[in-house]
């Protein structure tokens, strides 16, 4: 492939060094502007740009190739996953798709056994068309893998924690035996995780891939995607795909996701550990969840996603549909507490396959309303169960 010539939009990100997390959110590719001395990023809301003479411009020539707004997020976001470089998408599946474009006709690619449903039906029902091949593997065994490994194997697609079953898997295991694997790459996915809470490259991985739309955005209102990495030719591909295809974000769209937002769920897991409707709690925060070391070695908290079982699909449907202040709704990581029957929503598309997910489970994201109110509003949905 001849990759063209790309505009500042993709150019190395530069931060300086020494500056913490928050302050990279922050300032990093937000200095303020240039004419008017704005503090906040403007939303460059513009198709087109004016040109000195023919091929003599500011940096920007055309909306789709880049956009200065555009440009701030993904210097930010490459800053906060400690990345050279970042490129931004107009959706997380965007994004991957950028990525699997890497491959060719009989290339492999090898996906954890719980995937999320998006990444599953992208790879298997559209690249599966054009003779890409995948397998479903379990992860959080690195030696098994390194056993069986597949024929002409490209790239290894790991979420961590995953979603919705909160496996957590050991970064730098799996980045160990792909690295004797010079023709393949290691992706991870750290939608759930978050830079704040985990950065896959420091840990081996050669791409990081978000779903922006989710704690990244942070407030609902926004879809995206993106994604790091340090490797130039990996972001030579990147940028001359965002490019050549057009998936770009709005600049409203980076505008808003420049903001972010975090949580925290302990309380709410303390309250489905101890409740007698509950059969299983998955948070890799709990010391009896399988990935418990391995999360604590590579992120630096344990993030706002919980899953449960109910014991029935017919329970789990019932909790779901009972919450008041948890909304009933696909997607996550925002403000306000979400609240999904993975099985009949987010991973419909997974269903009979490998990746299936338990008919009881019911997925959690918290927000940052008052606890008491959450806990009070799902104890109350888990009490209707008879």
Same mark, same amino acid.
Request: charged content about 20%; hydrophobic content about 40%.
């Given at each position: ?28 590719? $937000? ?31 055309? !909306? ?29 599946? !965007? ?42 593997? &379990? ?59 985990? $950065? ?27 994604? !790091? ?6 972001? &030579? ?139 009070? &509003? ?9």
């Amino acid at each position: 492939m001849t990759i063209e010539p790309e505009s500042r939009s993709s150019e190395e990100a530069e931060t300086p060094a020494g500056w913490g997390f928050s302050t990279k959110a922050i300032h990093a590719g $937000q200095d303020p502007e240039s004419t008017t001395g704005a503090v906040t990023v403007p939303v460059f809301q513009t198709s087109t740009f004016a040109q000195d003479a023919v091929g003599k411009h500011s940096g920007y020539e055309y !909306a789709r190739t880049g956009n200065p707004t555009r440009t701030a997020l993904q210097t930010a976001l490459a800053a906060l996953e400690g990345a050279r470089f970042g490129v931004s998408f107009a959706s997380g599946l !965007a994004a991957e798709d950028a990525i699997l474009r890497l491959l060719e006709p009989g290339d492999h690619v090898v996906m954890g056994n719980d995937a999320y449903g998006g990444t599953f039906r992208l790879i298997s029902k559209v690249f599966g068309r054009v003779g890409i091949t995948w397998s479903a593997h &379990d992860l959080t065994d690195p030696a098994a893998l390194d056993a069986a490994w597949p024929e002409n194997t490209k790239l290894v697609w790991v979420e961590t924690p995953t979603n919705p079953l909160l496996t957590v898997v050991d970064i730098a295991a799996v980045a160990a035996v792909t690295a004797r694997r010079p023709q393949a790459r290691l992706v991870v996915d750290n939608t759930f995780a978050t830079p704040y809470l985990q $950065q896959p490259l420091a840990h081996g991985a050669d791409i990081v891939v978000h779903s922006t739309t989710k704690y990244l955005g942070g407030h609902s209102d926004v879809v995206g995607g993106f994604v !790091a990495t340090d490797d130039a030719d990996v972001h &030579d591909h990147l940028a001359f795909v965002q490019n050549a295809v057009g998936a770009v974000p709005a600049p409203w769209d980076c505008y808003l996701t420049l903001r972010g937002a975090k949580t925290n769920a302990a309380r709410i897991v303390d309250l489905l550990v101890g409740h007698p409707k509950v059969e299983r709690v998955l948070w890799p925060g709990l010391s009896s969840h399988p990935g418990h070391a391995a999360a604590k070695r590579q992120m630096s908290g344990f993030g706002g996603m919980v899953s449960f079982t109910t014991g029935s699909r017919e329970s789990a449907l019932l909790v779901a549909e009972s919450t008041e202040l948890f909304t009933l709704a696909e997607s996550l990581g925002a403000v306000e507490s979400l609240i999904e029957h993975p099985g009949a929503m987010t991973h419909a598309s997974a269903a009979g396959s490998p990746l299936e997910v338990p008919e009881d489970l019911v997925r959690l994201s918290v927000g940052i309303e008052d606890v008491d109110d959450l806990v009070a &509003d799902l104890t109350q949905a888990l009490n209707r169960i008879p």
